[in-house]
């Protein structure tokens, strides 16, 4: 599997492990949205601090297979936390991604509504607005 996700071609995902962190069984996601251009660059960042115990559990960023849920010019990178009801733990990650410099407007949505086959709109169980270390419930769903 090659380490940078615009060279991999034949899994969907890159994939990085923290050495600390272990999900309680009911993990949610920070979901980071970047320009194909960016995807490397971004990823190895995301990468390095999931496997420093820096994030959650696992970090994943959708590699360059063809993907027919993926949008035309943007890849995601996931980001996964311990507990989708642990609000410290998600505010933690949230500090350190914006400490890496992902500065854009950030979802976090539990990861079994994924398993569920539930994406796009109204699936989020929370938002963080551009550069904001802050995150909330979406107006659409409160």
């Not at 599997?1 to 923290?18: G, H, K, L, N, T």
């Not at 989708?84 to 410099?101: N, P, Y």
């Not at 949505?109 to 904001?132: C, F, H, I, N």
Request: proline share 6%.
């Amino acid at each position: 599997m090659a380490s940078r996700p615009s060279q991999e071609d034949e899994a969907f995902w890159v994939v990085a492990r923290s050495p600390v962190a272990e999900s309680t069984g009911d993990a949610g996601k920070w979901l980071v949205f970047v320009p194909d251009g960016a995807l490397d660059e971004s990823w190895s960042r995301i990468r390095e601090a999931t496997e420093a115990g820096r994030l959650g559990p696992a970090s994943k960023a959708a590699s360059a297979r063809p993907n027919p849920r993926a949008r035309e010019g943007t890849k995601v990178i996931v980001i996964y936390t311990r507990d989708a009801s642990d609000r410290e733990d998600i505010g933690r990650v949230l500090t350190e991604l914006r400490r890496l410099g992902l500065n854009g407007r950030l979802s976090y949505k539990r990861d079994a509504v994924t398993l569920e086959g539930q994406y796009g709109s109204g699936t989020s169980l929370y938002t963080s607005d551009p550069g904001s270390d802050e995150f909330h419930v979406p107006k659409r769903t409160r």
